[in-house]
């Protein structure tokens, strides 16, 4: 451990347990160590938790970015698709055509709804 940072722990567990009633036996400076492996704890421990937090947000902001422009590449293909079947005039059995193909696809076939 660095000097300064021991330091402040011995000063920090010295102002907070030197009182008039431990001038008996005990010297501040068996009272700072005694609480100094307490002192790190409650500072690594919830600075490990900030840690692990702001990655956890990073990666969300990251991972819904990814999503968002995935979503909405789908959409555009989607829209030229739609423009390019009416431009052709598809038929209804180009469309069931489609539709079969759609629905043999694993990523698909979930947003395909078969009209009856």
């Known amino acids: 451990m660095p000097t300064g940072q021991r330091a402040l722990l ?6 907070f347990c030197c009182s008039s009633v ?8 068996k009272a700072a160590e005694s609480t100094q ?3 790190l704890l409650m500072i690594v421990v919830p600075a490990f938790v900030n840690l692990v937090s702001i990655v956890l947000i ?9 999503l968002k422009r ?11 698709l739609t423009r390019t079947a009416v431009r052709v ?3 209804p059995t180009a469309k069931k055509a489609l ?3 759609a629905k043999s696809k694993p ?4 947003l395909v709804k078969v009209p009856k």
């Open 70 to 80: 995935i979503t909405e590449a789908i959409a555009s293909s989607t829209h030229w």
């Open 58 to 66: 990073v990666l969300t902001i990251v991972h819904v970015r990814r």
């Open 107 to 110: 990523g698909l076939e979930k």
């Open 10 to 15: 011995l000063l920090l567990a010295a102002a």
């Open 22 to 29: 431990t001038a008996t036996q005990v010297t501040c400076q």
């Open 37 to 39: 492996a307490w002192l």
């Open 89 to 91: 005039g598809i038929g």
């Open 99 to 101: 539709l079969e193909y």
